[in-house]
């Protein structure tokens, strides 16, 4: 199966700062999903980026497929921001990242 | 905007018990998906089902599990004698159409075997 990394596996940001995070996947995919597992353990859909840039708000993401790697970066940070964010690609069935965790202290 | 649901939030058995855990997909979308999470590890795939059959599923689905579409709108996954590795979030997602378009997620259902 496709193997997906994330970097780095741990965050920990003061409140305003803003930070890079990093999916790598080990085969060509045609899709790739960033999610936000809030403190509930919900996970919330961020983005599905194929290729190139978007932006939603504070949040964008980049995938250069070519190069299999996406990045989530995070502007402003706020507490709410903290969690797990899990970058998701498909294969023979759907493989999740290993996942960073992020603290935004206040 | 439309969502998944998953009921229940949370539920808790003994062990050996059969649980089924419920999923309403979104009402357009032909792909249905579950997944699993043990505290504190990533999400796992486990079945894929589309046209009222499974099309894929991982070494973990095994015969202790079984989904089944029993009507137009929910969409279920049973687990006949639970054990206590069992114990993990389980989501439930959709998506529309073939290719590898945007899943949804429900919100999960926490299960703890005691």
């Known amino acids: 199966g496709i193997q997906v990394e994330q970097s780095p596996p741990d965050l920990i940001l003061q409140e305003g700062a803003n930070s890079t995070l990093r999916c790598n996947f080990s085969d060509s995919v045609n899709n790739l999903q960033w999610f936000h597992q809030n403190p509930w353990g919900q996970l919330i859909n961020l983005f599905y980026?194929?290729?190139g840039t978007k932006q939603n708000g504070r949040l964008s993401a980049t995938t250069v497929a070519t190069e299999r790697y996406s990045l989530l970066y995070i502007s402003s940070s706020q507490t709410t921001d903290s969690g797990v964010y899990f970058c998701?690609?498909?294969?023979?069935?759907?493989?999740f990242g290993t996942g960073t965790s992020l603290t935004v202290i206040p | 905007e439309p969502e998944v649901t998953q009921t229940p939030s949370h539920q808790v058995t003994q062990m050996g018990q059969e649980v089924i855990l419920r999923c309403v997909p979104i009402?357009?979308?032909?792909?249905f998906y579950w997944y699993r999470q043990i505290l504190g590890q990533k999400v796992e795939f486990l079945v894929s089902?589309?046209?009222?059959?499974?099309?894929?599923k991982s070494e973990i689905f095994d015969d202790q599990f079984s989904v089944e579409r029993p009507d137009g709108s929910n969409f279920t996954l049973k687990i006949r004698s639970t054990k206590l590795e069992d114990s993990a979030m389980y989501f439930c997602?959709?998506?529309?159409?073939?290719?590898?378009?945007?899943?949804?997620f429900g919100p999960g259902t926490r299960l703890t075997v005691t």
């Open positions: 089902f589309y046209n009222n059959e499974i099309s894929e």
């Open positions: 009402s357009n979308h032909l792909y």
């Open positions: 998701a690609v498909p294969g023979n069935q759907f493989y």
């Open positions: 997602a959709s998506r529309w159409t073939g290719g590898w378009n945007e899943q949804y």
């Open positions: 980026i194929p290729s």
